[in-house]
């Protein structure tokens, strides 16, 4: 029977912790790169490695994530869930103790392959810990501790910096590490394992698969051309993983889950989900810095009337799930968004404080009620024995969803904009044109060169309005209330 008791909310906090930390551990550091360079005397020749502090991050944490689902599924996701919390903490302490560049992204990277557990796992766990009428709102609960941890990484980041130095970025992670370990290892339970071993071939084709996307979309957009080769490499080793795992007896995906159209059909929507929502959190600080002359602190905490807004829609999207049903809820959420996405298209240089925060925060609503049910229609139709390899992909198809759309969106946005700039004719100064007839020109130029900005951005918000209603598609076909039932039943 599965349990509703007060240990399952006592584990399900310890498991929280841990989502919220590794989610603002994706973050984090982007306020501290300055001292981080500083600190370790990277000169401006190397600032393209030091990037590598944030791309590693994300590296180790897209590749992980589906052979460690996998590895939840055979040896147990509580077992998991505490090996690679400790991980995350042994990651931690050597990002605190690094001493040079290679060593502090070396340990970002192990950092971020603990912590790439972290989310689908935990997400399992719910999956037995409580019923069907509980999930969906722990569930919407656990979208929402990982939104707010993306969001707040930055925030936290720059405090921890002003106040005492990077390195405590990670040696606070150091205690916190230990009580969510501790209150997972006391209070929640193990779930029913998957029979079979691991498919250790299958396993390397994914992860190298996805590291030859991860680096091709995390490439400058002058350099994209460059990375065509590791894009042919993405979809010949993905092709051979196919290949595997259709041959394998032990698949680390069992590739009969995507005829089932609640999976299939959840994990698309959630990666139309994750291109429409990275360029909506692109954008809005990039419009607000250039259209709206805002300072960038301004910029960033107008990004927070959607950030705010998402955790609130996720909380309440779990609660609806068992009322209005899966699709209905996730239908209703990609609307609000599309909506909000598309009233943030008509924004001009004159737009008010009220309009921002109405389009931003229902944009923002509607991404925060689509967590919960795709989530549950993913889980419910994998199966408990396939639980944590399913979360693994429900999340790493978002993520690459978010890889693509910010690659996408600064190839088409770049182009687009080159492309308009390049009709307005340059104001040369004129033999014998007075000094006031020049700078009238020059005035002229410059607000054409800010509504070709602006309609780019307007288009773009548009576009993402647009990806929104094609997932709506896709939700059509999740999963009901009565297949959570019966999973809850079985």
């Known amino acids: 029977m599965i349990s509703s008791t007060r ?3 006592v584990a399900m906090s310890g498991l929280s912790i841990g989502i919220f930390i590794a989610a603002l551990d994706q973050t984090v550091v982007v306020t501290a790169l300055p001292s981080v360079i500083s600190d370790l005397s990277v000169s401006f020749t190397r600032l393209n490695e030091a990037a590598w502090i944030v791309t590693g991050y994300l590296l180790g944490y897209t590749v992980a994530m589906p052979f460690l689902g996998r590895v939840a599924d055979v040896y147990g996701h509580r077992r998991t869930y505490l090996a690679c919390s400790l991980m ?5 302490l050597l990002c605190g103790v690094s001493r040079d560049l290679y060593w502090l992204i070396g340990a970002r990277m192990l950092q971020a392959v603990g912590g790439g557990a972290i989310v689908p796992v935990a997400v399992a766990i719910a999956g037995y810990e409580f019923d069907a009428r509980r999930r ?13 941890g993306g969001v707040l990484g930055p925030l936290y980041g720059a405090f921890v910096v002003e106040h005492l130095s990077w390195r405590w970025i ?38 190298a698969s996805l590291a030859a996307l991860t680096i091709g979309l995390s490439q400058e957009a002058d350099t994209f051309a460059s990375s065509t080769p590791l894009f042919v490499a993405f979809l010949l080793l993905f092709a051979l993983f196919v290949l595997a ?7 680390l995906l069992d590739l009969r889950l995507f005829t089932r159209m609640a999976f299939s059909s959840g994990i698309a929507a959630n990666f139309l989900v994750g291109v429409a929502l990275i360029i909506a959190m692109v954008d809005v600080p990039l419009m607000a810095t250039t259209i709206l002359q805002r300072s960038p602190l301004d910029g960033g905490l107008m990004l927070v009337r959607l950030t705010a807004a998402l955790p609130i829609g996720a909380i309440v999207g779990g ?18 968004s599309a909506t909000g996405l598309y009233l943030t298209a008509q924004w001009t240089s004159q737009v008010d404080e009220w309009r921002i925060t109405r389009d931003l925060a229902l944009a923002g609503v509607g991404f925060g009620l689509v967590i919960a049910p795709i989530t549950s229609s993913v889980l419910s139709s994998a199966g408990s024995e396939h639980s944590g390899t399913a979360s693994a992909y429900v999340t790493v198809l978002r993520t690459i969803g978010m890889m693509v759309g910010l690659s996408a969106l600064t190839s088409w946005g770049l182009g687009r904009f ?3 700039v390049g009709s307005i004719p340059l104001p040369l100064p004129i033999d014998g044109e007075a000094t006031e007839a020049f700078q009238q020109r020059l005035q002229v130029y410059q607000q054409e060169i800010l509504q070709a900005t602006n309609l780019v951005f307007n288009e ?15 939700v059509l076909f999740l999963g009901n209330r009565a297949s959570l039932q019966e999973l809850a039943e079985s």
């Open 418 to 420: 080159n492309s308009l």
């Open 319 to 336: 609660m609806l799930c068992q009322r209005t049903g899966l699709r209905a809820t996730a239908a209703s959420g990609l609307a609000v």
């Open 170 to 207: 990670f040696y606070l992670n150091l205690p916190i590490g230990l009580l969510m370990i501790g209150l997972t290892y006391f209070f929640a339970r193990e779930g029913r394992r998957s029979s079979g071993a691991l498919d250790f071939v299958g396993a390397a084709l994914i992860s």
């Open 7 to 9: 240990n399952s909310y």
């Open 460 to 474: 773009v918000f548009l576009a993402a309005a647009g990806v929104c209603l094609m997932a709506i598609i896709a």
């Open 88 to 92: 995350f903490v042994a990651g931690s």
């Open 245 to 251: 795992e259709s041959r394998a007896s032990h698949p």
């Open 136 to 148: 969906g709102l722990v569930l919407g609960a656990i979208g929402a501790i990982a939104e707010a």
